[in-house]
């Protein structure tokens, strides 16, 4: 009850501003609960691209600029519900019309070329990305820039980019693992380890630079685990990976140990490593 005649009170006063306006009372008031609209629909928008079903956002942005196609939030918004949804595809195409439209930023560009990245067209993504303002310098753009890069083999161009996007971001352990990515598959096994770790130390929950981390001390036959966080499910797992490493280097006899050792740790049945032991003394 307090809270209605609060909006009573509201409503009231609203009505009293607009006697002294030249609008009348009731298109006063409409205008009012518009912009109370504008504000609900914003924080739907919100939500849609951040914790609802990704097919369901595209479903709502869809209908949203078939009502209203000039508004560019929406179109933004469909554009990035395909890219949750990974219909890669599709996105690319929402992001084209989104970039063509007025009040179109340099933002909308870098995001479409992480859509055409993730779409395998590094030619149209590496294109637009040179089309941006040298002036837009944010940690996706050079984290674009980088992988760009690193598919060309513009190693130091690569390097640079890296660097210039670790600098740009609080969280950067992602952007870690793709730089120890981009060294072990120069064959620079070393680097990539060091890499590896510093994503490890940077985010302890990301597992893809722990497996990477095993693999690039595979690589130079370090066939031991590194000093990292673990539990005993991941250590099983990296263990397999070490034990693939080793065999993949006729190392056999320290890849049936590394899989033992991985199945012996494991609390389930460990099929995967019991399967590659078995095929190895078959």
């Not at 607009?18 to 006063?28: G, I, K, L, R, V």
Request: charge should be negative; proline fraction near 3%.
């Amino acid at each position: 009850m307090r809270h209605l005649s609060l909006v009573s009170v509201c409503l009231i006063g609203t009505v009293v501003l607009a006697a002294c306006s030249e609008e009348s009372p009731e298109e006063f008031v409409e205008k009012a609960f518009q912009d109370v609209n504008v504000v609900d629909e914003s924080n739907l928008n919100d939500v849609m691209l951040t914790v609802a079903d990704p097919n369901e956002a595209v479903n709502y942005f869809r209908g949203a600029t078939k009502e209203d196609p000039k508004r560019i939030d929406f179109q933004r918004g469909l554009a990035k519900s395909l890219v949750r949804a990974k219909r890669n595809q599709e996105a690319v195409t929402a992001w084209k019309k989104v970039t063509a439209m007025e009040g179109a930023t340099d933002t909308d560009r870098v995001d479409m070329a992480d859509a055409m990245i993730r779409n395998g067209d590094w030619k149209d993504a590496e294109r637009t990305l040179d089309a941006i303002s040298p002036t837009h310098e944010t940690f996706k753009r050079y984290r674009l820039e980088a992988m760009v890069a690193d598919a060309n083999k513009e190693w130091d161009n690569a390097d640079s980019f890296y660097e210039t996007a670790v600098g740009l971001t609080t969280r950067p352990a992602g952007v870690m693992n793709n730089w120890g990515y981009s060294k072990l598959t120069r064959g620079d096994f070393a680097e990539a380890e060091r890499m590896f770790g510093e994503a490890v130390r940077q985010d302890e929950s990301l597992f893809t630079a722990k497996n990477n981390l095993v693999l690039a001390r595979g690589a130079q036959r370090k066939y031991s685990l590194p000093v990292i966080p673990m539990d005993q499910i991941e250590r099983a797992q990296l263990l397999h990976t070490l034990a693939l490493s080793a065999i993949k280097q006729n190392d056999v006899e320290t890849g049936k140990t590394l899989l033992r050792e991985a199945i012996d740790t494991h609390p389930q049945h460990f099929e995967e490593a019991v399967r590659a032991l078995r095929a190895l003394e078959a």
